[in-house]
């Protein structure tokens, strides 16, 4: 249980980055479109490296511990990321609230609907979020789940700060601006719970857990994040922005991990 409660205060913490990163609002600052798609690019790279590094290879290395060398781990690896990539799938067909597209200008109500598409999306990628944080540190493995946190918990500043000025460009004042963005990273510690009570069922859905959690992010990054930030011709800045979150995250797991 200790581990599940560590589990579930961590995922608390990186969730509770989101209403960090939306705080420029309240003292009227918004960025550039530009920056903000840059920020999604670190996003996306960040949690690109954190699926590969702090949880798929980590699931390999374990299931390779539980079954040997052989087919079994990749086949976990192969079969684990696929179930993650279609729960994630599923959530966003059953969901009304599926997409961020780029809708009308001004303040119809179709671009109203819009930005709450995006909010009710975000909401729903800081699920695997905080399910990859609770499974790390249900794990016990403690110096690599805190690298996979403290990465999850840099990219979830930028999301927050989107969710608020995508409220804001639409009329909403910046407190209740503010206070929705916060709102979307309750979601995570729920994450966070049921990872930690997943892994604790038994050793040996560790390896499963990790890569359900991997595969989750994978299909977010590219089903929501990356074709948010080239969906208004900030290409280059959103890919600059991926491969510095990448890096990142490689630099914070390798050093933090080892």
Known sequence: MDLVLTALIASAITGGLTAVGALPVLFGRQPSESFNDTLLGFAAGVMLAASFFSLIVPSIEIATELYGEGPAPALIAVFGILLGAVAIAVMDRLLPHEHFISGPEGRSSEKIAGVWLFVFAIAIHNFPEGLAVGVAYGSGESDAAFSLALGIGLQNLPE???????????????????????????????????????????????????????????????????PETHRRGHHRRATAGLMVGLVVMLFLDVWLAA
């Open 160 to 226: 927050g700060l989107a969710v608020a000025v995508g409220l804001v460009a639409v009329g909403y004042s910046h407190l209740k601006s503010f206070v929705v963005a916060a709102l979307t990273g309750l979601i995570e510690p729920i994450g966070g719970l049921v990872g930690g009570v997943f892994v604790n069922i038994s050793q040996v859905l560790l390896p499963w857990g990790l890569v359900f959690a991997a595969g989750a992010m994978l299909f977010v990054i590219s089903h929501e994040i990356i």
